[in-house]
């Protein structure tokens, strides 16, 4: 990935020691925007989608920002039906089985989507309001006042890396999420929101494992230790912070910056945050 390796490396802080929870997907967003462990349905990307539901007590992060009055949206890639039809906050129905999420190749899958398993978000509307196609992002970059405070950004299975899901003849795995990154990253480093107190993270929401290697080869790294890199005007390009962070880190990190009470496994005391640069960074310039 030599758009993320180098170029976009070198301007920002680099995670060494970040990791997930578990290969899949599901877990690690669930457990980013609210704080809860990986289970057994969601390890195994919740076939029976009400299984996985969580009630309306069980906060996300996203709840935290409305009740700050802060704004957030989820710029989920090819959310459609399953008629292909566009929409806000497309998820399986109660009792439908939901599709595993590479059943069909570059096929929308709400296991990229965490924000659709909280009914908090769910029954009061918050969801069908802010959790979005990601072709309204460039829109809402052009001006300070339409960004959110908060957004997070789900390629669909093609652009997120996985083999096996891009068009025939195109580049996949490792090479399509590069070229991917390499035209949505500088359209958000240029947006006002951005180069006035942004902070963009870069992160890998699930390992997907490399084909069957020959038995005697010497044993790959391991797979959920991905790395992760923040970018920002804030912080000094080209550093390196080998602090052990995952997706609970990733949440503290986030309501720290805006002045939340860490909720779930974030506010455990051996989660670490990487707040405190920023906050060292905004001290240092007078913010």
Request: glycine share 10%; hydrophobic share 40%.
């Amino acid at each position: 990935m030599p758009y993320l390796s180098a170029t976009l490396r070198s301007k920002g802080v680099l995670l060494t020691n970040y990791s997930l929870l578990d290969p899949a997907a599901l877990p690690n967003g669930i457990a980013a925007i609210s704080g809860q462990a990986p289970t057994e349905a969601s390890r195994a990307n919740c076939p029976a989608y009400e299984k996985c539901l969580f009630p309306v007590e069980t906060l996300t992060l996203a709840d935290q920002l409305g009740s700050g009055r802060f704004t957030w949206h989820a710029y989920v890639e090819g959310m459609a039906d399953t008629e292909g039809k566009s929409g806000n906050c497309i998820h399986p129905e109660p009792g439908e089985t939901a599709p595993a999420p590479t059943a069909t190749p570059g096929a929308y899958s709400s296991t990229a989507n965490p924000f659709v398993y909280f009914h908090s978000l769910l029954d009061l509307g918050d969801c069908a309001t802010n959790d979005l196609p990601t072709t309204g992002l460039g829109k809402d970059l052009r001006k300070v006042e339409e960004t959110p405070s908060v957004s997070y950004i789900a390629p669909g299975a093609c652009n997120a890396g996985f083999r096996g899901q891009c068009p025939e003849g195109a580049p996949e795995g490792a090479a399509a999420a590069d070229a991917y990154l390499e035209k949505l990253v500088p359209e958000i480093l240029a947006s006002p929101a951005y180069r006035q107190d942004g902070l963009l993270i870069v992160g890998f929401g699930a390992a997907d494992p490399p084909p069957a290697a020959d038995p005697a080869a010497p044993p790959a790294a391991d797979p959920l230790k991905t790395g992760a890199l923040l970018v920002s005007p804030l912080l000094a390009p080209g550093g390196t912070d080998g602090v052990a962070y995952d997706p609970y880190s990733l949440l503290r990190s986030i309501e720290e910056l805006f002045g939340l009470t860490p909720i779930g496994e974030a506010e455990g005391k051996r989660v670490h945050s990487f707040a405190s640069a920023f906050v060292a960074a905004e001290t240092a310039s007078g913010d």
